[in-house]
């Protein structure tokens, strides 16, 4: 098995927007999956209990409206009994109708109020059990489905088709015997801007792969493109993204090693459907089938020191 560095650049990335939940690529699959399952058994215990819930509501609101009649009976017993005491010339002729009208018209008409206003609650509770319990049901598993179109998101986002296709290729690559080195996202800059295509416009680059062993330095920039995304991009070109790259990855390794080794530059596409362009003549493409067998089949060009020189000084570039 290859010995392999760091992790891909677009898993990190993906990482680093999902959920905390999610600790690798593989995750968010299954924890949207397994959030799909766990909603839609909640939503078919939740609609078997809804005829119960019906009932219970109406219990409700028929206790609301007895709450009801028993407060208009306590008040006006009150103030029958405060009439009988005024007749009776139990009160002070100006004491007797101020608490009278403020038992009628302040305590009764507010505890009436009170109960009321439960009432149209309940109504209105009710009525939506009755009507629109899917209403309820969302509202009360807002968060859960709010994860689970998080996660619907991510998997259909750029960065995540991104992640899996680098991965497939990090599998292959990853058969490849001990005697490859794969260093996994690679981050690179330079100390100053160089030409590139005739303008002083390059100084950084990021690579998916490269790979070191005796058969020389390959960048390896991956694609899981499809056709149309392909055809439509305004991005810059792949061929010329990987082109780029590999005038960076050459730079830098001249400033650090003498001899300089050279770089091969592969541009490879998950879905095979980009074909090598003359205008990037130096920029091989290959796929996920073939890509070990160009590895494993080029010229020896390394002796085991120079192979330990060049991943010594990538390594530190990895991305973590």
């Known amino acids: 098995m290859a010995i392999i560095y760091g992790r891909a650049q677009t898993e990190r990335d993906l990482l680093d927007i999902?959920?905390?939940?999610?600790?690798?690529?593989?995750?968010?699959?299954?924890?949207?999956?397994?959030?799909?399952?766990?909603?839609?058994?909640?939503?078919?215990?939740?609609?078997?209990?809804?005829?119960?819930?019906?009932?219970?509501?109406?219990?409700?609101?028929?206790?609301?409206?007895?709450?009801?009649?028993?407060?208009?009976?306590?008040?006006?017993?009150?103030?029958?009994?405060?009439?009988?005491?005024?007749?009776?010339?139990?009160?002070?002729?100006?004491?007797?109708?101020?608490k009278i009208s403020f038992l009628k018209n302040f305590s009764k008409r507010r505890e009436i109020n009170k109960i009321k206003n439960l009432e149209k609650k309940q109504h209105a509770q009710l009525t939506e059990w009755k009507e629109?319990?899917?209403?309820?049901f969302n509202r009360n598993?807002?968060?859960?489905?709010?994860?689970?179109?998080?996660?619907?998101?991510i998997k259909k986002s750029h960065i995540h088709v991104g992640a899996k296709g680098e991965l497939r290729v990090l599998d292959k690559l990853s058969q490849l015997s001990n005697?490859?080195?794969?260093?996994?996202?690679?981050?690179?800059?330079?100390?100053?801007?160089?030409?590139?295509?005739?303008?002083?416009?390059?100084?950084?680059?990021?690579m998916d792969f490269v790979v070191v062993s005796h058969k020389g330095v390959i960048l390896i920039e991956v694609k899981n493109w499809s056709s149309n995304f392909y055809r439509e991009s305004n991005k810059i070109s792949p061929h010329e993204q990987v082109d780029r790259a590999g005038r960076v990855l050459w730079i830098a390794l001249n400033s650090w090693l003498n001899p300089?080794?050279?770089?091969?530059?592969?541009?490879?596409?998950?879905?095979?459907?980009?074909?090598?362009?003359?205008?990037?003549?130096?920029?091989?493409?290959?796929?996920?089938?073939?890509?070990?067998?160009?590895i494993e089949n080029r010229k020896e060009e390394f002796s085991d020191k120079e192979v330990e020189r060049i991943v010594d000084r990538l390594k530190g570039h990895v991305t973590k």
């Open 18 to 98: 999902a959920p905390t939940i999610v600790k690798k690529v593989e995750d968010i699959e299954i924890i949207h999956q397994e959030l799909k399952n766990k909603l839609g058994e909640e939503k078919k215990d939740f609609f078997e209990k809804v005829p119960t819930k019906i009932l219970d509501e109406e219990k409700a609101l028929e206790k609301i409206k007895n709450d009801e009649k028993v407060t208009h009976q306590k008040y006006d017993e009150k103030i029958k009994n405060l009439e009988k005491k005024k007749d009776q010339g139990g009160f002070s002729t100006i004491s007797a109708p101020l």
């Open 141 to 153: 598993k807002k968060e859960k489905i709010n994860q689970i179109k998080t996660f619907a998101e």
């Open 132 to 136: 629109n319990p899917e209403q309820i």
């Open 179 to 206: 005697k490859y080195h794969i260093l996994c996202g690679l981050n690179i800059g330079l100390g100053h801007y160089v030409t590139y295509n005739g303008q002083k416009n390059l100084r950084s680059a990021q």
């Open 260 to 294: 300089s080794p050279r770089v091969t530059n592969v541009l490879l596409s998950i879905q095979d459907n980009m074909k090598y362009d003359p205008r990037f003549k130096f920029v091989w493409v290959s796929n996920l089938e073939k890509i070990n067998y160009f």
